[in-house]
Structure formats: structure tokens, C-alpha cells
């Protein structure tokens, strides 16, 4: 792969409880372990951001799609769920479910675009068999 782009990010201080900032500065970030973990909350952790990457990649993804097949989009929306719980004895694991409106635009081709959002969506590319994730096209 020939890279378009880098993103680079530095963790610091207590992992989920310190912070990440961006090298370019743009993020900046304390984190904080939720309280549904038993930590303090109120601040940023990596799930929230994982969801926040993955809504937008894969909103890109379906308007992309949906441009090229010349389906014409307005106010469409990706919301992101991202859930973390135990994996047995061997951590823990990550589900996503992605919610997506598309507000005039038939169910039925609602659902071709996403199906094929999903295959191009580089966050499903790297998720693809190692997190359960589910694609929903949900009306406005």
C-alpha cells in the first residue's frame, strides 16, 4: 500500500486514564475509564473515539457509493455504537453497530448502498472478521 495519508497519535500518562493528542495537534484529549467500567468518566476514552472514526469513515463511504451509482443523498446520518465487554479469560472484546439514515432514498436501495459501503469502508476492511459488526438502515 502506498499511504495517502498518516494519522499519528500519542497515548500518555495512565493509558485510558492520561491523555491522547494528535502530532499535528488537533486532538488533544484527556481520557478517562467510563463509569460503567469503574472508573471516573467524563472524558474521552477509546471507544468514544473509535465510534466517532468509524460513523464518519463510514459515512464517506456510502455517500462515495452512492455518487457513483448516481443516487443523489441529503441529511443521510451514520450513528456508530461501539460496545466493550469481557472476552472470557482473554481480555476484552469490541461490537459495533452502525445505524444508517437515509432520508428519500428507498429501502431497498438504502440497503444496496450500505452492503456496498461495507466493502469499501476501510474501517469494515479492518474489522472484517476479527469484531462483530452489524450494518442497519434505519428510517428517518
Partial sequence: ?????????????????????????????????PREMGGAGGAAN??????????????????????????????????????????????FRLAVHLEVVLPDVPHDVAQELVEAAHQVCPYSNATRGNIDVTVSVVED
Fill in 1 to 33: 500500500m502506498t499511504p495517502l495519508y498518516t494519522a499519528e497519535a500519542l497515548s500518555t500518562g495512565g493509558a485510558r486514564n492520561g491523555n491522547v493528542r494528535t502530532s499535528d495537534g488537533v486532538l488533544d484529549l484527556d481520557l478517562a475509564i
Fill in 46 to 91: 477509546p471507544e468514544l473515539l473509535f465510534a466517532a472514526g468509524f460513523s464518519a469513515c463510514f459515512h464517506s463511504a456510502v455517500q462515495s457509493v452512492a455518487r457513483a451509482r448516481k443516487v443523489p443523498l441529503h441529511d443521510s446520518s451514520v450513528g456508530a455504537r461501539v460496545q466493550i465487554g469481557p472476552d472470557g479469560e482473554s481480555g
